[in-house]
């Protein structure tokens, strides 16, 4: 009986339309990944502002892509929270009320407490070298008053915090509420950089309970941290001294 031959029991070689639609598919994935940081920059930046609508046409245009990215990019953007599809209307930049806000405050704050138990637990000694030196660079940022160094600065700290914690499970959940309240806090520290050089005391205090092992005091430092935060959203947009929305009494 003959031996078959290698090339007969070898795989088809793939045709050319499959190598040019598997280049194409790659390309498409690449552009939107582009597109979807793009939009991402400008929403946090404020440059697409708080229920303002996006225009696929006109992105694609400005992006130099086709619409198809940018209808991708839509998708993940309104699964990451920061854009809401309205049916017949289209696509607008999603605008919290400040009842809204508070209840994500209070679900981070939940969220950043278990980030600082386990980072205490799990942290390794180069992040804990990251964090120390993003601390430095935001200090530098609040001596210079200078709120559009410091936000991405404070939005980095965090997620590198979020990642020392090692759960990929709460890191995906952490970055989507993270995303949500971003549109508040950049307005937050332009409205009173002096809220820089109390922020940036709360992060290096939470820096060093975690190098120690603290896991309680990280918990406790990051969960007011955030608390915090949502009471100076709350002096900074209303002038008030109120917290940013207070529990209603329950009937004795």
């Keep these: 009986m003959p031996t078959p031959s290698h090339a007969s029991s070898a795989r088809p070689a793939p045709s050319a339309r499959q190598n040019e639609s598997a280049i194409e598919l790659l390309q498409q994935h690449s552009l939107t990944t582009l597109v979807l940081r793009e939009l991402e920059r400008q929403i946090v930046a404020g440059e697409l502002a708080g229920g303002a609508k996006l225009n696929e046409a006109e992105l694609a245009a400005q992006l130099r892509v086709s619409r198809g990215p940018v209808r991708e990019a839509f998708r993940a953007l309104e699964q990451s929270g920061l854009v809401r599809t309205e049916k017949n209307r ?22 950043d407490a278990l980030i600082g138990r386990l980072a205490a637990q799990r942290i390794r000694p180069e992040q804990v070298a990251r964090l120390r030196d993003l601390v430095k660079r935001m200090q530098a940022a609040g001596r210079a008053k200078d709120a559009d160094a410091y ?56 820096v060093n309970a975690v190098d120690k092992g603290d896991a309680d005091g990280a ?30 009494p329950r009937a004795a």
């Design 90 to 111: 289209g696509v607008f930049v999603r605008q919290l009320s400040l009842d809204e806000a508070s209840d994500i405050f209070e679900v981070r704050a939940a969220l």
């Design 151 to 206: 936000f991405p600065l404070n939005i980095e700290f965090h997620d590198a915090l979020a990642q020392a914690a090692g759960n990929e499970a709460l890191l995906v959940n952490y970055r989507r509420i993270v995303n949500e309240l971003n549109l508040y806090r950049r307005e937050t520290l332009k409205r009173n950089a002096a809220h820089i050089a109390a922020s940036t005391r709360e992060h290096e205090a939470i």
């Design 219 to 248: 918990a406790a430092l990051l969960h007011q941290h955030v608390i915090d935060s949502r009471d100076r959203l709350r002096r900074a947009l209303q002038g008030a001294a109120a917290p940013l929305h207070a529990p209603t």
